[in-house]
């Protein structure tokens, strides 16, 4: 299994371009997440997904938008890049939200943009 | 917007000392992770604690969850320079939720 892979790496935009961040997973898992990584703030929610056809808004939504065509992919649209959406990215899947708390999260190893 | 808080922010210790990273709330979560993340990598679980008071051993390190399910901490005993880097406290606030603290960035010397 490759677990959940994450395209591109590395991306740089200028202001008001819009992109796709790609999250694919291969682990047959319902719940899928977006969050951003910014220094001192740890990690935040900004789209989820508990299965196929089902999204909803995390902590910090605006300017993102996300869609749950498949189980596998679930890619993070920037409709407008603004400086600060510069940040690192990091898609994360996990097996069931319905199994009770604590279910493991997998994290991708996360995509660099950098907004001019 | 619910807060987790970790202390201290960075930590740089010798090989051989014991540490200790807090992760405090004034909301009450359901569980509380622990996560270790490296750089350039995505964040790898380390330990769920999901019962008030519970105690947790991985080896050198304990994890501990408040009585109250407000706080956490993680104790590591003989730090090595293997266990550098950013360790994150994560509280589930309902069965489709994670918030995640500030981060604690450990660096260990030789």
């Known amino acids: 299994n490759a677990g959940v892979t994450q395209t591109p790496k590395f991306q740089v935009l200028k202001t008001g371009q819009s992109m796709t961040l790609q999250c694919a997973q291969d682990m047959n898992h319902e719940y899928m997440s977006w969050y951003r990584q910014d220094p001192g703030m740890g990690l935040r929610l900004i789209h989820y997904?508990?299965?196929?056809?089902?999204?909803d808004q995390g902590e910090v939504p605006n300017g993102y938008n996300v869609s749950r065509s498949t189980t596998e992919d679930f890619p993070l649209r920037l409709l407008s890049a603004a400086p600060s959406q510069t940040s690192v990215y990091f898609c994360?899947?996990?097996?069931?939200?319905?199994?009770?708390?604590?279910?493991?999260?997998?994290f991708g190893p996360g995509t660099r943009l950098l907004v001019l | 917007t619910q807060l987790l808080e970790q202390s201290p922010q960075f930590l740089s210790i010798q090989e051989g000392e014991n540490l200790t990273v807090y992760c405090n709330s004034s909301?009450?979560?359901?569980?509380l992770q622990w996560y270790r993340q490296e750089p350039g990598e995505g964040p790898v679980l380390l330990v769920t604690?999901?019962?008030?008071?519970e105690v947790k051993k991985l080896k050198r390190l304990t994890f501990q969850f408040g009585d109250a399910r407000k706080d956490s901490s993680l104790h590591i005993t003989a730090a090595q320079p293997g266990d550098t880097g950013l360790y994150l406290c994560a509280g589930a606030t309902g069965p489709d939720k994670l918030i995640f603290g500030t981060g604690t960035r450990l660096q260990v010397f030789p």
């Open positions: 909301s009450v979560f359901s569980s």
């Open positions: 997904s508990v299965g196929a056809g089902i999204t």
């Open positions: 604690v999901v019962t008030g008071g």
């Open positions: 994360a899947s996990s097996y069931s939200w319905r199994t009770g708390p604590g279910e493991t999260q997998y």
